[in-house]
């Protein structure tokens, strides 16, 4: 497969040309004509956004020389690394070729961290002002135990809502979080949740105990004589056993299948939570407060029923997305290419990704998160898949034709992130799905974007041919990290990367891979000089 291929995923790419700077006004001395426009690119070809001169140059630049072929650089150490590195320009790159925005296919809106955090701690002040509104200063052991079982049910009831609503797949959320750090906060969430759930049954339990001057034992088979109190242990049993299933241990014992399966269990006990919330005396104490209770609660099952079903049904009904070919790009590895109808619609950005439902035996009951490997065009979806499990190597025998429920995009490993002129993008394994679609789009002019693609020995290298291509098209620079992770020579070590990218610390970077090597990778880069901030990665073992 060559870049060359009929597909118009495959043609080459435009070159990546700056617009001339306008020369300052001097005295008596005519401007200069403005630059005739470029001619129209060829059919299916792409030609990147066109980066914005300032005046900051006095005079043009002068045209660089045309880029040289890749060429292959035996590197001292032990670790065969290969670079394709394209020609620099005649003259160094002026800030007048500095690209001074980033795509403009940005959705409409996206929630900050920082926004959710923020909104998040302000419902739980709400709810603590709630339970202080009503409780009864007293110092009987029977009270106070009584008052904290209600600050705790409250304040688990609240974090159940939030725990749905970070997993409802909001795109303003996903697409300003990232879904990897939804999910984490999701998991860490769900600890503090159980914790409080436990605090309050002990407390509710004592309180009932002190109150009623019987043992533990007696007073628990009071409480579950109240169906209140027995549906609400039902559903602290069903979130019990969704914690023990997404413990990492377990986890990879379980089928996808039985842990999804699992993991619905907590939206019936979101349900019989509320059933008892209802009739408890912080509640049900005032019509103001049941109301807004209940209303809290219907609007996040409206989310989930709207993002969880009726958005991926209609996006299904809409733009109905077939499989259109299945491409070998090297061992084990294959890119499926899916059209539909008014893709485009989609919005969906390099270095996104989609959970993706192909209608087939042994596939259509899981939604399996990939990567788009190019850009869309031309209604035209892009994914490229490695076989690392039974789901992966059945995707490598979908046929021409095969249904696919998509839905998405999620993720927020975009071009909205970028906030310096320079970008890395450093990809392992696979990882380099989404950076290759970056890699293509991200505005800027020569040298200013570099990609490091570390792998294990060159057949193990993706879409290497592409990733030539528009090094040579863009005049980037691409280096080749070839070598085996427990090598005496660790090619991104800090001075390593500061070898290969001598001002690094100026730079974003973009990271993607297997888990061992991201964390690898961000402790070096941290150490290298590159604030965390600049760091941005997404992990798909949480997406």
């Known amino acids: 497969m060559t870049t060359e291929a009929s597909h118009p995923l495959y043609v080459p790419l435009a070159p990546l040309t700056a617009p001339r700077a306008e020369e300052p006004r001097r005295r008596r ?10 001619e129209p690119a060829a059919a299916g070809s ?38 394709a590195r394209s020609a620099r320009p005649a003259r160094p790159v002026r800030p007048s070729a500095v690209p001074s925005a980033v795509p403009s296919a940005a959705p409409a809106l996206r929630l900050a961290p920082g926004r959710l955090r923020a909104g998040v701690a302000a419902g739980a002040g709400a709810v603590g002002l709630l339970w202080g509104l009503q409780a009864r200063p007293s110092a009987r052991l029977d009270v106070l135990f009584a008052s904290g079982a209600h600050l705790t049910g409250l304040l688990a009831g609240y974090g159940v809502l939030v725990l749905l609503l970070l997993m409802a797949r909001i795109p303003a959320v996903e ?35 002190v109150h009623t001057h019987a043992d533990l034992v007696t007073a628990a088979g009071d409480l579950l004589s109240y169906g209140a109190i027995a549906a609400a242990t039902a559903g602290t049993a069903l979130l019990v056993a969704v914690g023990i299933t997404s413990a990492r241990s377990v986890r990879r014992r379980l089928r996808h299948e039985t842990w999804r399966a699992v993991h619905l269990g907590a939206l019936l006990a979101a349900a019989l939570g509320f059933v008892h919330q209802l009739a408890g005396p912080d509640i049900a104490g005032g019509l103001l407060t049941r109301w807004l209770w209940s209303l809290a609660h219907a609007v996040v099952a409206v989310l989930l029923v709207w993002y969880r079903i009726v958005v991926p049904v209609r996006a299904a009904l809409r733009h109905d997305l077939r499989v259109a070919e299945v491409r070998d790009e090297g061992p084990g590895v294959v890119s499926v290419l899916i059209r539909g109808r008014g893709v485009d619609r989609l919005r969906a950005e390099p270095g996104q990704f989609f959970r993706w439902r192909f209608l087939r035996r042994g596939l259509w009951a899981t ?166 901030s600049r760091i941005h990665s997404e992990d798909f073992d949480h997406a």
């Open 175 to 209: 697409h300003g979080v990232g879904a990897d750090r939804l999910a984490r906060r999701h998991a860490l969430g769900g600890r503090y949740v159980l914790g409080l759930i436990a605090a309050h049954a002990v407390l509710a339990l004592c309180g009932h105990a």
């Open 367 to 532: 939604a399996l998160p990939f990567s788009l490997s190019a850009p869309v065009r031309d209604d035209t979806l892009r994914i490229t898949v490695k076989a690392l499990g039974d789901h992966t190597r059945r995707v490598r025998r979908l046929r021409p034709g095969t249904r696919v429920l998509a839905t998405g995009p999620f993720g927020a490993l975009t071009a909205h992130r970028r906030t310096r002129r320079k970008v890395l993008l450093l990809a392992g394994g696979v990882g380099i799905t989404p950076l290759r679609a970056l890699f293509e789009t991200l505005p800027g002019g020569p040298g200013d974007v570099t990609l490091l693609y570390r792998a294990s020995d060159s057949s193990s290298v993706v879409l290497r041919e592409e990733l030539e291509a528009i090094a040579r098209e863009r005049r980037a620079d691409l280096h080749f990290l070839l070598g085996p992770s427990d090598g005496s020579f660790d090619p991104l070590a800090p001075r390593a990367l500061r070898n290969l990218v001598p001002d690094l610390a100026a730079h974003d970077v973009y990271l993607c891979g297997p888990p061992a090597m991201a964390r690898a990778a961000t402790a070096s880069l941290r150490r290298a000089g590159v604030p965390a």
């Open 29 to 38: 001395r005519p401007p200069v004509p403005p630059a005739r426009p470029a």
């Open 46 to 83: 792409v030609r990147p956004a066109e980066p914005v001169a300032t005046p900051a140059a006095t005079r043009p630049a002068r045209p660089a020389r045309p880029a040289r072929s890749a060429r292959s650089v035996r590197p001292t150490d032990p670790v065969a690394a290969r670079s």
